[in-house]
């Protein structure tokens, strides 16, 4: 089994402390001194995690959505499109239920104060950043859907190119102020949004004959109605205007030039100013050329088309049109409007003779289109993927049925949902204990330093934990004693685990239990005896661990309650905690209150120094740099002093800077 010291970069830490390994404790004269007999609520936790309530809810209605929640935000700018990068993990990952909301609790390092939600469903927003406050983490759509608007003055405070109309006035961001309100995908019960996460985001678009099958194009209508127009999704990074233009079906326009005033709907439809935006309806209007007039509704006999203004939002919130003389790839002789069609036929044509399709177009129901158009101008089409067409998706909604003339490319039906092997939380960090314990001896905390990576399942349905993968790797052993490692499950019973096994290439095993122990009161688990062979051999242990049905994800938020049993060549009762971790049944109670030690096991206090130092510590999503045998913590890490003495208030990112 492979070792797991290379981790991607987390929003907590980079990879240049990938290295790092957790240390504890501090001299009793490098720190404070606490009064005689401390009450428990005197001494620090030496915590470096917290719990927090999330609460996520996209208000929706049969549509479940996968998320996940970063410590910084993972959206990166890529050839104009907003990208999710590749070289950071999720510090949290799930799925809602089919109301768009989940609630649950989850664990944090403290050094985060605030997290970016991202989801690449369609229909909700692409990225948030969330506050982390107090003791929770939440997310409410309703304050978007409530929003606001002032409604169309068919006037604009911006410019705007000639000849253009325009439904109102926006901010500089390119935010209307004539959206109607939410507009709910889930209304149409057809499961639009999922069936188009799956076709657009999931990289049907890749395969040139879907493309090819999904031409972009007019709509067409049949019957007078009133349409909305609702922004879906988008990764562009740049403003992108997008605008239209009706004509009568029987007499299109055989070139740009023959377009007679357009509209501007969205001034500028982009990922990162339009977050608040997605899914409100801005209602279209029929611009009459004979009256002169807007009109709520669009009459039968005429044509809709679409099209964007490729980066055409200033950072003044004025649109404009762009000019270039390269176009997906190829040299042009002559400077060239960025103007993109949803219909190919308007759109230039390459020197290869080729229309450049800027759209994909697909009808569901007798209501509904959607149209996902591509803004790249820098790559060829289909070359190295460059092309994907989810720059702008929009859908437009015919509020009488049957309107639209439907007889073009279809939406797929398969849909994108959440599933218990995709619906995985991701844990890791670093465990290390000193093993002199009860006797603080030299506190350089590196008598034995675990790493722990931690894969957390959980069922779609319950948001129950199903299964457990756990991979730790024994990275350093710089004990006096021979010490085992083992954990605890300490909020489940024994009969909410239904298996446990245990892999791994070095052999070892404990002699005091294989795998989950035996009269313990919850479900406890020891993988070796021996640190120093462990260590020697670079030994690493997969366990993999199946529950009941009524795990909650609180209930096991790794790393549990790790422990190492110390001196275990002469017996099992020597245990080593977290401070405030519980001890197991085969625990020596004798033992606490001996030497430095001023456990309270009455009042729940476990584990503590009469220095207040602890003897164990965990780091989350923290690869630990431990100090030299004999090296005591402060003079390796000057700032854990003060953070021990602020009670975590100081200096909680001290194991960022060791000065060694």
Same mark, same amino acid.
């Given at each position: 089994m492979k070792r797991f010291k290379q981790l991607a970069k987390t929003g907590v830490l980079y990879s240049s402390m990938a290295c790092m390994m957790l240390l504890v404790a501090c001299h009793e004269k490098d720190l404070y001194v606490e009064p005689e007999q401390p009450s428990p609520g005197e001494y620090f936790d030496f915590a470096?995690?917290?719990?927090?309530?999330?609460?996520?809810?996209?208000?929706?209605?049969?549509?479940?959505?996968?998320?996940?929640?970063?410590?910084?935000?993972?959206?990166?700018?890529?050839?104009?499109?907003?990208?999710?990068?590749?070289?950071?993990?999720?510090?949290?990952?799930?799925?809602?239920?089919?109301?768009?909301?989940?609630?649950?609790?989850?664990?944090?390092?403290?050094?985060?104060?605030?997290?970016?939600?991202?989801?690449?469903?369609?229909?909700?927003?692409?990225?948030?950043?969330?506050?982390?406050?107090?003791?929770?983490?939440?997310?409410?759509?309703?304050?978007?859907?409530?929003?606001?608007?002032?409604?169309?003055?068919?006037?604009?405070?911006?410019?705007?190119?000639?000849?253009?109309?325009?439904?109102?006035?926006?901010?500089?961001?390119?935010?209307?102020?004539?959206?109607?309100?939410?507009?709910?995908?889930?209304?149409?019960?057809?499961?639009?949004?999922?069936?188009?996460?799956?076709?657009?985001?999931?990289?049907?678009?890749?395969?040139?004959?879907?493309?090819?099958?999904?031409?972009?194009?007019?709509?067409?209508?049949?019957?007078?109605?009133?349409?909305?127009?609702?922004?879906?999704?988008?990764?562009?990074?740049?403003?992108q205007p997008l605008c239209y233009y009706t004509y009568p079906t029987d007499t299109p326009p055989a070139s740009p030039a023959d377009i007679i005033n357009p509209v501007l709907a969205y001034p500028g439809a982009q990922t990162s100013n339009?977050?608040?935006?997605?899914?409100? *309806?801005?209602? +279209?209007?029929?611009?009459? %050329? &004979?009256?002169? =007039?807007?009109? #709520? $509704?669009?009459?039968?006999?005429?044509?809709?088309?679409?099209?964007?203004?490729?980066?055409?939002?200033?950072?003044?919130?004025?649109?404009?049109?762009?000019?270039?003389?390269?176009?997906?790839?190829?040299?042009?002789?002559?400077?060239?409007?960025?103007?993109?069609?949803?219909?190919?036929?308007?759109?230039?044509?390459?020197?290869?003779?080729?229309?450049?399709?800027?759209?994909?177009?697909?009808?569901?129901?007798?209501?509904?289109?959607?149209?996902?158009?591509?803004?790249?101008?820098?790559?060829?089409?289909?070359?190295?993927?460059?092309?994907?067409?989810?720059?702008?998706?929009?859908?437009?909604?015919?509020?009488?049925?049957?309107?639209? *003339?439907?007889? +073009?490319?279809?939406?797929? %039906? &398969?849909?994108? =949902?959440?599933? #218990? $092997?995709?619906?995985?939380?991701?844990?890791?960090?670093?465990?290390?204990?000193e093993d002199n314990w009860p006797y603080k001896h030299d506190y350089d905390m590196n008598d034995v330093v675990i790493y722990y990576k931690s894969r957390v399942y959980k069922s779609v349905s319950s948001n129950e934990v199903v299964k457990i993968e756990d991979e730790f790797a024994v990275a350093h052993d710089g004990a006096t004693f021979i010490n085992g490692f083992g954990y605890q499950f300490a909020q489940l019973s024994n009969s909410q685990v239904t298996n446990v096994s245990v892999e791994t290439q070095s052999g070892l095993s404990s002699t005091y239990a294989n795998g989950l122990e035996a009269d313990q009161n919850h479900p406890t688990i020891l993988l070796y005896d021996n640190n120093k062979v462990a260590s020697e051999m670079n030994a690493t242990f997969k366990v993999t661990t199946t529950f009941a049905s009524g795990v909650s994800e609180a209930s096991v938020i790794p790393p549990y309650n790790p422990f190492i049993f110390i001196q275990s060549n002469s017996g099992r009762g020597r245990e080593l905690h977290l401070v405030n971790n519980t001890p197991t049944a085969k625990m020596d109670e004798k033992l606490f209150q001996t030497a430095d030690d001023e456990s309270?096991?009455?009042?729940?206090?476990?584990?503590?120094?009469?220095?207040?130092?602890?003897?164990?510590?965990?780091?989350?999503?923290?690869?630990?740099?431990?100090?030299?045998?004999?090296?005591?913590?402060?003079?390796?890490?000057?700032?854990f002093a003060d953070w021990a003495k602020s009670k975590g208030s100081q200096n909680n990112r001290w194991y960022l800077s060791p000065e060694k």
């Open positions: 470096t995690t917290a719990t927090y309530n999330l609460d996520i809810n996209y208000r929706l209605t049969n549509y479940a959505v996968s998320f996940e929640l970063y410590a910084e935000n993972p959206l990166t700018e890529v050839d104009g499109s907003y990208e999710k990068a590749t070289n950071i993990t999720p510090i949290y990952k799930a799925a809602t239920d089919l109301n768009g909301r989940l609630k649950t609790k989850i664990a944090l390092p403290l050094i985060v104060d605030k997290l970016y939600l991202y989801s690449d469903y369609i229909g909700v927003n692409r990225c948030v950043e969330l506050p982390v406050s107090g003791t929770s983490v939440a997310y409410d759509a309703e304050a978007l859907k409530s929003k606001a608007f002032t409604g169309a003055s068919l006037r604009s405070s911006h410019a705007y190119p000639e000849g253009y109309l325009v439904l109102g006035d926006w901010d500089d961001k390119g935010e209307p102020d004539y959206l109607n309100g939410y507009f709910d995908l889930s209304d149409l019960a057809t499961g639009v949004a999922a069936r188009l996460t799956h076709s657009m985001v999931k990289g049907l678009t890749q395969d040139k004959s879907f493309v090819d099958a999904h031409p972009g194009g007019d709509i067409k209508i049949t019957s007078p109605t009133a349409i909305s127009c609702v922004l879906l999704y988008s990764k562009a990074s740049k403003g339009f977050n608040g935006q997605m899914g409100h *309806d801005l209602v +279209l209007k029929y611009w009459n %050329e &004979e009256t002169g =007039e807007f009109e #709520d $509704e669009f009459p039968a006999g005429v044509s809709i088309g679409m099209f964007f203004l490729q980066e055409g939002l200033d950072n003044k919130g004025n649109v404009v049109i762009n000019t270039d003389n390269q176009l997906e790839g190829q040299k042009l002789s002559e400077k060239t409007d960025m103007i993109f069609y949803a219909n190919g036929d308007m759109n230039q044509k390459l020197p290869n003779n080729a229309d450049a399709q800027r759209a994909i177009t697909m009808y569901d129901g007798d209501q509904f289109v959607a149209l996902c158009f591509e803004s790249e101008i820098k790559h060829e089409a289909f070359k190295n993927g460059s092309w994907d067409y989810t720059d702008i998706i929009m859908g437009l909604y015919c509020h009488e049925a049957g309107s639209f *003339d439907t007889n +073009l490319p279809r939406l797929p %039906e &398969e849909k994108e =949902e959440p599933t #218990d $092997e995709t619906n995985v939380v991701e844990y890791w960090g670093t465990l290390a204990f309270q096991p009455n009042s729940g206090l476990f584990y503590v120094s009469d220095n207040n130092l602890p003897f164990a510590i965990h780091l989350s999503h923290t690869y630990f740099e431990w100090p030299n045998e004999s090296k005591i913590i402060t003079s390796y890490y000057p700032q």
